[in-house]
């Protein structure tokens, strides 16, 4: 049943593999002594291979830590979260936005945890917040790393590494707070699980998988649950066991998935509603809601409730609004820079590998390597494409791993057969079309290190040339050619990398690479048929605004990045930590408006914040404001509870008209700041974005807006519309 001849029908073993786990399943790897064997000449080798690994490993946290604190607090609308968990473990355990528990992110809160304890132990801080998903970047490429190198080869393994390290997106979300470090942690920690499983058919290595998934549910929702499809099938067709073990193993996976992604569902939604936090981005306060409409079919269909941009008409294109779907996605203007530069080779090379393996026998683990990174990445890959709802192109940072580990193993799987001349027939293929696809991405920025697109291209197309010629014998100058492809392959995604690393990252919508790329700056985001538009830089705007007119922006400022011009004394900003006078770390300037926005918090002038704080412990809440991202920046400025009502797009029924009325009366809150997200419309000081909820969202916020503004006396400090709900109006 079991068939242990090589990954080479010709019955050699192809270089990049291990010796050991060529033949059998499960075998050790390299490093691993037989009896008798010579153990003082394999050490160097091990050394080195160990000293490389921790190189990379090195390397990639001291740059990933480098200008970290230019992001200041990254996304506000995390931030105040992990804020709000560092204060309560109420807060904590559900993801609440505030300390008060008014409404969750909306999200589940496992990406919110580590952050939150990284903030309890040290303190409110932008490296408090980021540190840890630096380290989940680190711990991507070091998981990436041993899975590649388990079944092939070191140098497999260290090229993979490197190509994950150096992927724009991964660089980008690797400093930032949102939830996608910790996804493709996750999904990568899945994928070596199974890995290790198909080895040997060992029971624990696919339960570790599944709670591997339900602890990525519990991070992203259903996005986790992408690759289950290809993994399940290919370990039920090349697991080494017998079909019935096989299928009793993948049951039991999936009830791990069950237990370790559902426990916390099952409280939230056993919890009396009354004694917990709203769950955010629902409408009918259920947590199952919004994993399978906002957050599930929403994402595919396009019906999101209350989305920005999303539900009939909310867009151009067969994105409604989040661009065109199709299978060039991937590839287009917003998109390509991001993540594209090694995604073709990652395809041919998957192609070529399965090939390689095709006559294997069914429990040969080359092949099933092939298929389940392949499988990952495939899966992924049309769901982004077609998707029709919400897309950022920052969700392509699940994607890396997938490429990283497919141009790991194909390039020296290929290149220990090069004397063939199919094999070095693709390695130049791919070293040239690598270095002519790079020429393209890099002429979309084409005031970014002009020279760069040249130089990449010429040495593409010599090491394609050169690998050609020197397929057999020669091997200096196949090395030479070999070593020239790889860095002409990874030369454009380096310099957007360093182009990302250099600048920070604020807001909700970010991007990689320099500031002249399409679809967005750093921090920006979009692209052709966006739902905001475009500005000058490529920034993103509100809807109906003009460029340079989003909320507290400058003009020709791309939303999402810092201006260059000086901020007023004392104040703070909610991408920035406090305590900088204003500016931020590094000395750069914040962004942000007194009236807030949908996209990222407002600065927080020292009146405003002071205003604020002023008998804070007689109040639930300092003050209430629409739409999360506007109350994180009075929150962190403040680090006290702000009410986000509406949830992030001001479109939550949460709170009711009623039950804002009754918390006033109450005494629980003191202010209400006038503008906000788009369930502002109602309230005359309402700024960009204001409107009646998102599509099909409730109409609350703007009640409440009108409400207040008319019973409540008014006070403007620093630009800001403060109303004193302890203060009514007179007459």
Known sequence: MTDKTTTNPAGTNPAGLNPAA????????????????????????????????????????????????????????????????????????FGASDAGNSITVDKPPAALWPMALSVRLFGLGSWQILVPQVLMGVGTVAVVHAAVRRRFSAAAGLVAGAVLALTPVAALMFRFNNPDALLALLMSVTVYCVLRALEDARTAWLVGAGVAVGFAFLTKTLQAFLILPPLAVVYAVCAPATVRRRLGQLALAGLALVVCGGWWVAVVELWPASSRPYVGGSQTNSFLELTFGYNGLGRINGEETGSVGGGPGGGGGGGRGWGETGVWRMFGDAVGGQISWLLPAALLLLAAGLVLTWRAGRTDTARAAFLVWGGSLVMTLVVFSFMAGIFHEYYTVALAPYVAALVGMGVTVLWEERGGVAASAVLAVVAAGTAVWAYVLLGRTPDFVPWLRWLVLAGGLAAGAGLLLARAGRRRVALGAAALGLAAGLAGPAAYTVSTLGTGHTGSLVTAGPASARGGGPGGAGGPGGPFGEDARGGMLPPGAAPGTGPGQAPGQAVGQAPSGPAAPGQASAGRAPGDGGRGPGGQAPRGGAGGGLLDGPEVGSAVASRLTRNASSYTWVAATVGSQNAAGYQLATEKPVMAVGGFNGSDPSPTLARFQQYVADGRIHYFIAGGGRGAGGDPEAGPGGGPGGPGGSGAASAISTWVASAFTKVTVDGVTLYDLTAPASG
């Open 22 to 93: 060529a033949g059998t399943p499960g075998a050790k790897p390299v490093s691993a002594t037989a009896p008798g064997a010579r153990t003082a000449l394999r050490l160097p080798v091990l050394t080195r291979e160990r000293a490389a690994l921790a190189g990379l490993l090195l390397v990639t946290g001291l740059l990933y830590l480098w200008n970290l604190d230019a992001s200041g607090y990254a996304n506000s609308f995390y931030s105040a979260a992990v804020q709000a968990g560092s204060e309560s473990w109420k807060a904590f355990f």
